[in-house]
């Protein structure tokens, strides 16, 4: 079982639509979590990170997260074509011999016109 | 402007070649990081160093070398080792190694 679990996608969704993307971990001592944008070609760019379980708005961007399942979510409002990317989940663990910021493989979203 | 920066951008490599991708940070950043990213596939983790003189392994580490001497810089080495090394190369850093991590650009380097 990975660390950090991602559906690859691709995630097709019409524009204007509400694009959700999920992310499970296995570590139960995870503390933080954050979701990163890649566009094809570029280096990943941070959209929000969540600590606490419930819900974090940014803009069109929800991060939920829900430790007792352990997943977190991001829901994407009004998507847009500029929105197609890959969607990284990254988890941070805390204890053992380091703490570390595990990344999941991504999922591809594809905004249609 | 605070931030990493990554260079080259574009390398080519001759079989048999060392070569070596700079990466530079002024955000006062402890941990940095290099990444290798191959088409359509995750991050994945050669190094990292938490403080300066000191650095990790990590999942592939074969093939490849760092150094941290000063806090701002992490080089990576891709040495005539690694026998696939044409891949996208990201550095990243951060204040702790559970925080956020910040990426520079990325080098794409490619063998001839």
């Known amino acids: 079982q990975k660390e950090v679990e991602q559906n690859s996608g691709p995630l097709s969704v019409p524009e204007g639509a509400i694009a959700s993307l999920n992310c499970t971990y296995s570590?139960?001592?995870?503390?933080?979590f954050f979701w990163y944008r890649q566009y094809s070609g570029k280096s990943p760019e941070l959209i929000m990170f969540?600590?606490?379980?419930g819900d974090k708005e940014d803009g069109r961007f929800t991060a939920q997260l829900n430790k007792a399942s352990q997943y977190v979510s991001l829901l994407i409002r009004d998507s847009q074509p500029s929105d197609s990317a890959t969607y990284l989940c990254a988890v941070g663990r805390y204890g053992g011999a380091t703490n570390k910021l595990i990344f999941g493989t991504g999922t591809l979203l594809a905004v249609q016109p | 402007d605070g931030g990493i920066t990554q260079s080259p951008k574009y390398l080519f490599r001759k079989e048999g070649q060392n070569v070596t991708l700079s990466c530079e940070q002024n955000l006062n950043h402890d941990a940095m990081y290099w990444y290798r990213q191959d088409p359509g596939q995750g991050l994945r983790l050669i190094y990292y160093s938490q403080i300066v003189n000191d650095f990790q392994k990590g999942d592939i580490a074969e093939g490849y070398s760092v150094s941290r001497e000063k806090k701002e810089s992490f080089p990576l080495t891709v040495t005539s080792a690694q026998k696939n090394p044409t891949a996208f190369y990201l550095c990243a850093s951060s204040t702790g190694t559970a925080d956020t991590q910040y990426f520079g650009p990325g080098t794409r380097l490619t063998v001839l």
């Open positions: 570590d139960r001592g995870s503390q933080s």
């Open positions: 969540i600590y606490s379980n």
